[in-house]
T-cell receptor
Framework: DAGVIQSPRHEVTEMGQEVTLRCKLI?????LFWYRQTMMRGLELLIY????????DSGMPEDRFSAKMPNASFSTLKIQPSEPRDSAVYFC????????????FGPGTRLTVL | DQQVKQNSPSLSVQEGRISILNCDYT??????FLWYKKYPAEGPTFLIS?????DKNEDGRFTVFLNKSAKHLSLHIVPSQPGDSAVYFC????????????FGQGTTLQVKP
């Protein structure tokens, strides 16, 4: 069975450009999480959804970040406009139900904003 | 404010010895704790967890200990193997915080053959 799929794996863009990261959940999972990993702050939760509904978006840095679940198996994280401080590895994870259920992480997208 | 702290960025041990990774937390409302393991260029994978009603949970070579009064948990790996070399994250959650996981910054473990 396929795990969590993220695309692209690497993204290099220039400051001011729009960036869209994509995530496909494991089939049957109801919860979706977006994390960001940086050297300074470690692994931090940006937002999570249960059954396509955002439950906690308190980790979203600012209005430049937005996340959607257009359907039960797919999510996007958009940064517009991007800034160099957004450079990080972004992980998507899914679980059967809820944040304390085992979360399965994707391989991550390494974003570099020049 | 870092609610979950892993104060040792790195740890090096010899194959066959015990590895002890430590984690401290500040929020007394945390009631569920987990360890995740991460290899380079991969996402973290779940390793072991413990509820606050227990003080120990064991799974093969991995044991997690929880000391609620000290707000401290540790992961013991015995015996350590070179394949255990990875970054280890501890995480915690509380029902009063939407149940979301708060991760530490990670400890890089190197097990030398």
């Amino acid at each position: 069975d396929a795990g969590v799929i993220q695309s692209p794996r690497h993204e290099v863009t220039e400051m001011g450009q729009e960036v869209t990261l994509r995530c496909k959940l494991i089939s049957g999972h109801n919860s979706l999480f977006w994390y960001r990993q940086t050297m300074m702050r470690g692994l931090e939760l940006l937002i999570y959804f249960n059954n396509n509904v955002p439950i906690d978006d308190s980790g979203m840095p600012e209005d430049r970040f937005s996340a959607k679940m257009p359907n039960a198996s797919f999510s996007t994280l958009k940064i517009q406009p991007s800034e160099p401080r957004d450079s990080a590895v972004y992980f998507c994870a899914s679980s059967l139900f809820g944040s304390t259920d085992t979360q399965y992480f994707g391989p991550g997208t390494r974003l570099t904003v020049l | 404010d870092q609610q979950v702290k892993q104060n040792s960025p790195s740890l090096s041990v010899q194959e066959g010895r015990i590895s002890i990774l430590n984690c401290d937390y500040t929020n007394s409302m945390f009631d569920y704790f987990l360890w995740y393991k991460k290899y380079p260029a991969e996402g973290p994978t779940f390793l072991i967890s413990i509820s606050s009603i227990k003080d120990k949970n064991e799974d093969g070579r991995f044991t997690v200990f929880l000391n609620k009064s000290a707000k401290h948990l540790s992961l013991h790996i015995v015996p350590s193997q070179p394949g255990d070399s990875a970054v280890y994250f501890c995480a915690a959650s509380s029902p009063s915080n939407t149940g979301k996981l708060i991760f530490g910054q990670g400890t890089t473990l190197q097990v030398k053959p």
